[in-house]
Every structure is written in structure tokens, then in C-alpha cells.
């Protein structure tokens, strides 16, 4: 199983700010994942990692607002640009572990005020 | 894109009482996994179901997969208030993608 450590656990921001989320993982993996949880409801897939390549993005989510970094096999960052309330959410990062599922970071509380 | 639903999206029972949150989705599932999320806390991955029919338990929780492979249960007997969370059913596409139901959120009563 993996450990993932992502920090910080919560931060509340001004709007207009950006916050950089990072998550360490303590194994080498081929792709990281993001996540956003907004209050109440389900995950949804922000973008997938690849260590030297640029991230996959999902439909609704774009580089300039959630640009990712992905410097080595073990670590990931993620960046929400220019924030606003509708942006306040838990951000987790992932990776999976064929058979076992995926395993999480302990999430990034957000609010933007 | 695919979607995968869950009912309900909440339940209340009183210790004891059994629980179950059913998984549904309008295409063939290629497998089915079962995460639990604490309050405050991440998901947790509980178990995976690939083969139709299938049927798993983990002490008081049973899962199935369903003959179709369209639809999966989880059941829980007898609950505890540790039972307490959002319990998510989630599927791949492709090789990666994971796609999480929209959750059954269960709160336990003393």
C-alpha cells in the first residue's frame, strides 16, 4: 500500500490568490490523479500526472486554472489560480495500486473568501 | 460519460439496524470498487469486484456484483456508529480513470 502526504491540510484564501497543493508519495508511481470534492458531493477527476509529460486534463478543467506539476515519479503539485468562492472545495491526490484501489493524500480543505 | 448512481443519498438507522446502498449504471461496469469516507477524512478503499455474480463479505459487510454487471449492493449488518460515513461505489474507464458514484452518506444513531 502507498502512504501519501499532502499538504497543506486546509487553508483558507483571498480571492484572487493562487494556492500550490503538494502531495509526496512514499513509492515510485507512474501517474498521480486529482481530485475535487466540492462540499457534499462526490470526486471528480481534476487531471491525471505523468512524470515528464504534461497532465491530462478532464472535460471542464483547464491548464490555466489548475496548472500540475509532476517533477518526479514521487511527487506532484497542484495549483488553483486565481480563486474564487466557487473554487472552495477538498482538493486529494491519488494514486492507484492495481487490485487494491487507489489510495488517497488526507485531502486539502480549501475555502476562498 | 459514463455515469454511476447510488440510492439513497442518505440514510438514517438506528444502531443495529441493517443498511444497504445500491450502485447502478446504465452500461456494462468492466468492475466495481467500494471506498468509505470518514467525516473530515478520505476516501478508503474497502474492496474490488470484477466477475459477474460476485459476492464478497468482510465481516458484517456484504458486497455483490450484479449478474449484468450494471449494478452492485453494499450491505452492512447490524451497524455500529463506526459505520458512519459516505460510502462510494466507483468503476474505471479505461485503463485509469476512476468514476465515483455520487455516494450514500449513513448516519448511525445511538
Known amino acids: 500500500s502507498a502512504v501519501i502526504s499532502q499538504k497543506p491540510s486546509r487553508d483558507i484564501c483571498q480571492r484572487g490568490t493562487s494556492l500550490t497543493i503538494q502531495c509526496q508519495v512514499d513509492?515510485?508511481?507512474?501517474?498521480m490523479f486529482w481530485y475535487r470534492q466540492q462540499p457534499g458531493q462526490s470526486l471528480t477527476l481534476i487531471a491525471t500526472?505523468?512524470?515528464?509529460?504534461?497532465?491530462?486534463?478532464e472535460s471542464g478543467f483547464v491548464i490555466d486554472k489548475f496548472p500540475i506539476s509532476r517533477p518526479n515519479l514521487t511527487f506532484s503539485t497542484l495549483t488553483v489560480s486565481n480563486m474564487s468562492p466557487e473554487d472552495s472545495s477538498i482538493y486529494l491526490c491519488?494514486?492507484?495500486?492495481?487490485?487494491?484501489?487507489?489510495?488517497f493524500g488526507q485531502g486539502t480543505r480549501l475555502t476562498v473568501v | 460519460g459514463q455515469q454511476v448512481m447510488q440510492i439513497p443519498q442518505y440514510q438514517h438507522v438506528q444502531e443495529g439496524e441493517d443498511f444497504t446502498t445500491y450502485c447502478n449504471s446504465s452500461?456494462?461496469?468492466?468492475?466495481i470498487q467500494w471506498y468509505k469516507q470518514r467525516p473530515g477524512g478520505h476516501p478508503v478503499f474497502l474492496i474490488q469486484?470484477?466477475?459477474?455474480?460476485e459476492v464478497k463479505k468482510q465481516k458484517r459487510l456484504t458486497f455483490q456484483f450484479g449478474e449484468a454487471k450494471k449494478n452492485s449492493s453494499l450491505h452492512i449488518t447490524a451497524t455500529q456508529t463506526t459505520d458512519v460515513g459516505t460510502y462510494f461505489c466507483v468503476t474505471t474507464s479505461g485503463t485509469y480513470k476512476y468514476i465515483f458514484g455520487t455516494g450514500t452518506r449513513l448516519k448511525v444513531l445511538a
Open positions: 491519488s494514486v492507484e495500486d492495481p487490485g487494491t484501489g487507489a489510495f
Open positions: 513509492s515510485q508511481v507512474t501517474m
Open positions: 452500461t456494462t461496469l468492466s468492475n
Open positions: 469486484l470484477v466477475k459477474s455474480g
Open positions: 500526472a505523468n512524470q515528464g509529460s504534461e497532465a491530462t486534463y
